[in-house]
């Protein structure tokens, strides 16, 4: 159950209604509206961009406090992945003709305090804040991409959808969990408290493109989805989301 | 002038001597004795590739530390080649049929130790203290891998000499000095205090290899060669070595 995520909603009856696992698999829903919703091209690479930038800092951050080198190994290696898809986007943005700065700084204060609330107070909050975040924003920017004009659309879905940190990091939260027997309920209660902020994220990324109401109401589809696979996420790690 | 500097040599008259800048170019200088140092090639690997893993950790520091996303997107490009020498160098320990971890393992105290001095106490500190222990052990580790076998000499010299962090660090610490007139001194005694400790890096990569007194004889020709490159970059950006 994903109790304490209050997404703030127009129409004041959905308020109550916590998010709960979907009946239906992903691929039931239906994605008619959610493209619509798709904010102007480069507003939307440029969050991307600045949202890898991100996931690269603060990867570098848990190879930095990683207690072995093999853990290194792996974690670095994600950061690579997270740094290329961050260099991707910009090329994919200056191969528009624009300048990635200008787009990424709007969106840099936002996601810099993001970036230090997910980094947590001890490295495997990191690491779990890390992989919830990521893997619920990930999925949302690439099914925003499937809104973006056909060519670029399929471009920026293989930079985004190239496996990134998710393996490595729940291998060392398994791994840690395993050490430390009182770690799981904290991680669980942690893990569930990003869920509200990831998805105020993902929300704030259709800000530009349409009216408030008509978003929620369009939107919800897809955040049940991201909800789900969160759940498995947390599940896969033995942890109650 | 590079007083402050202090090489323990085993010849006593030698130990009042400080290192000055060469008067014949480098390529003058023989090379014959140096290649006999190269420490056993896995030990060679292991410590280049801890050395550059420190690199990237330190690198992926001044992204997170630095001003501007355009500092960001030139640094991080940076952390990017210094990771991606770190991952070949493990592969080609892996090549060997060697665990890369057990290699790396001996040294990372030591170099961990060394990679948070050149931090330093501020942002351009961080900076130059890279550039200029990078701009050293690159270069003698390339030199060392002379050494190797001659395939894997060439691999491995491939890996180290694509170009890394050297431009972005020399322009941003360019402008960095521009903008703050007392930066300059500071820098210069900062880069000045790193010599020595990068030396003595250097110096300890040859450990296994040669009794103390011979190899101080032999790698004193190469020793005065990194010096004068150091004096070279320091002076590229108006700094007294």
Redesign the interface.
């Known amino acids: 159950m994903l109790s304490g995520v209050v997404f703030r909603s127009s129409r004041r009856e959905k308020r109550e209604t916590p998010f709960i696992r979907p009946r239906v698999t992903p691929t039931q829903l239906a994605k008619v509206d959610f493209t619509e919703l798709v904010p102007e091209p480069n507003e939307l690479l440029g969050q991307a961009a600045v949202l890898q930038?991100e996931s690269?800092?603060n990867l570098?951050?848990a190879?930095?406090g990683a207690p072995?080198?093999?853990s290194?190994?792996g974690l670095?290696?994600a950061?690579?992945v997270a740094?290329?898809k961050?260099?991707a986007l910009?090329a994919e943005l200056r191969r528009d003709g624009v300048e990635?700065?200008e787009v990424?700084?709007p969106f840099?204060p936002e996601l810099d305090r993001f970036r230090e609330k997910i980094a947590g107070a001890e490295w495997s909050e990191l690491l779990l804040g890390i992989h919830v975040t990521s893997g619920m924003l990930d999925d949302f920017f690439a099914r925003l991409a499937a809104g973006l004009p056909h060519d670029r659309g399929a471009r920026v879905r293989d930079i985004l959808s190239e496996a990134g940190a998710a393996e490595v990091l729940s291998a060392e939260l398994q791994r840690a969990i395993a050490e430390d027997p009182g770690l799981a309920d904290r991680l669980a209660l942690w893990g569930r408290s990003l869920v509200g902020d990831t998805l105020l994220v993902a929300r704030n990324a259709l800000r530009a493109a349409e009216p408030e109401g008509r978003r929620d109401e369009d939107v919800e589809p897809v955040f049940t989805e991201l909800i789900a696979e969160h759940t498995r996420r947390m599940d896969a790690l033995g942890l109650t989301a």
């Open positions: 930038l690269f800092e570098a951050k190879v930095a072995t080198l093999a290194k190994e670095s290696a950061a690579g740094l290329k961050h260099h910009i990635p700065v990424m700084a840099t």
